[in-house]
């Protein structure tokens, strides 16, 4: 039972319950996905095939802000779960309002916690409860120069992707 209030609500909790229940391997990740570009859906896709079901946490926009900046988010929170939902390759897109999904992680309960390749799996939050759990924390490659960061920065300059 997670420490700290809900995050899930009533309708993703019976669906991870269900898919629990029926045995499936529930993969978890999270980030602020401000603009879903290729490197997403590559990073994503995989993350999914490492289990039945992936849970991607989102981030509020506050904590977007926070993290990354003025200027951030672009895209409010509700439209960026909504995107991630879209995707064939995406079950659920819980926001979470922390600065890290500790919580989220806590109620989902994952069987396999992953993260790009830029986080070391020692620095992974989350990684010691899914461990003690039996479960797998891993870090999958991300495709190299794919970033949100680096999509403002060549639009604040005026480059189309033509230009890189």
Request: proline fraction near 6%; charged fraction near 30%.
């Amino acid at each position: 039972m997670p420490s700290r209030p809900a995050i899930l609500t009533p309708a993703q909790r019976k669906s991870v319950e269900e898919w629990r229940e029926r045995g499936e391997v529930i993969v978890f990740t999270n980030g602020v996905f401000d603009l879903l570009h290729g490197g997403h859906l590559d990073y994503l896709e995989e993350a999914r095939g490492l289990g039945d079901r992936l849970v991607v946490g989102v981030n509020d926009d506050a904590s977007v802000a926070r993290l990354k900046g003025i200027g951030r988010p672009i895209v409010p929170a509700e439209e960026r779960a909504a995107l991630l939902e879209s995707l064939e390759c995406v079950d659920l897109a819980p926001i979470f309002h922390d600065d890290t999904p500790l919580g989220l992680i806590e109620e989902v309960a994952p069987h396999v916690l992953v993260k790009g390749g830029d986080w070391p799996v020692e620095n992974i939050v989350g990684r010691e409860l899914v461990l003690e759990r039996g479960g797998r924390v891993l870090n999958v490659p991300l495709r190299h120069g794919q970033s949100t960061s680096r999509i403002v920065a060549r639009a604040a300059e005026g480059r189309s992707a033509l230009d890189d």
